[in-house]
Structures are given as structure tokens and as C-alpha cells.
């Protein structure tokens, strides 16, 4: 059996902010570690029926970049649940709050974001 392995490696200020994150993955596109501004990982807990959730960012990441991610992570798993599941209606719904939240930072920064 093939395995992967994924690492993260997080640099925290004396307040426990992060300040810089890493990774790296075996089948990743590089030997070394990759920087990254933002981490958001779930993971479903079956025995407890429940996500577990984290979530990092950088402490220099812009709050518009953020909301940038929020937003790509809401269309990605919108595209999830399209395929993995054949929910179309849900997925459209997420699609449409996507769309809704990106007008709503082009409106909050006055120029063009990218969609």
C-alpha cells in the first residue's frame, strides 16, 4: 500500500500568533517546505459525527486575502459536493454565496477582485 504523509510546520510569535506556516507533502511539488499565509483543515471525527477544525493564518496575511480564502475554500467545497456526492442544488447554493460574498468584497474595496 502507497502512503503520503503531510506536514505543517508553524512559526509562532511569544504570543502564540503564527507568523510564518509551512508545508510539506511527500507527493508535493517540491522538497522543500512551502510557505503558505493560510491553513484550513477539517477533519470528520465518524464517531463522534462531528468536523474538527483548524484554522491559521499569518499574522502579516491582508484581511482582503483572507476573505479571498474564505471564500476559495466555500467554491472549492462547493465543487466537493458537486462531484462527490452529485448534489447539485447544494452545490449551486454554495456557488451562489460565493458569488454574493465577492461582490460583497469588490463592494467593501472599491476595485476589482478576482473571481
Do not use: Y
Request: some cysteine; glycine content about 6%; aromatic content about 4%.
Amino acid at each position: 500500500m502507497k502512503t503520503s504523509e503531510i506536514r505543517f510546520h508553524i512559526e509562532l510569535d511569544d504570543q502564540n500568533v503564527p507568523e510564518k506556516i509551512f508545508w510539506q507533502a511527500t507527493d508535493g511539488p517540491g522538497d522543500a517546505p512551502a510557505e503558505a499565509k493560510a491553513l484550513n483543515l477539517s477533519l470528520w471525527d465518524h464517531q463522534r459525527k462531528e468536523t474538527l477544525r483548524i484554522d491559521l493564518w499569518a499574522k502579516d496575511l491582508p484581511v482582503d486575502e483572507m476573505k479571498r480564502t474564505v471564500v476559495d475554500t466555500i467554491g472549492g467545497l462547493a465543487d466537493v459536493v458537486r462531484r462527490a456526492t452529485n448534489d447539485a442544488h447544494m452545490a449551486d447554493l454554495m456557488e451562489n454565496l460565493c458569488d454574493m460574498l465577492v461582490q460583497h468584497i469588490k463592494r467593501e474595496h472599491g476595485g476589482p477582485q478576482p473571481q
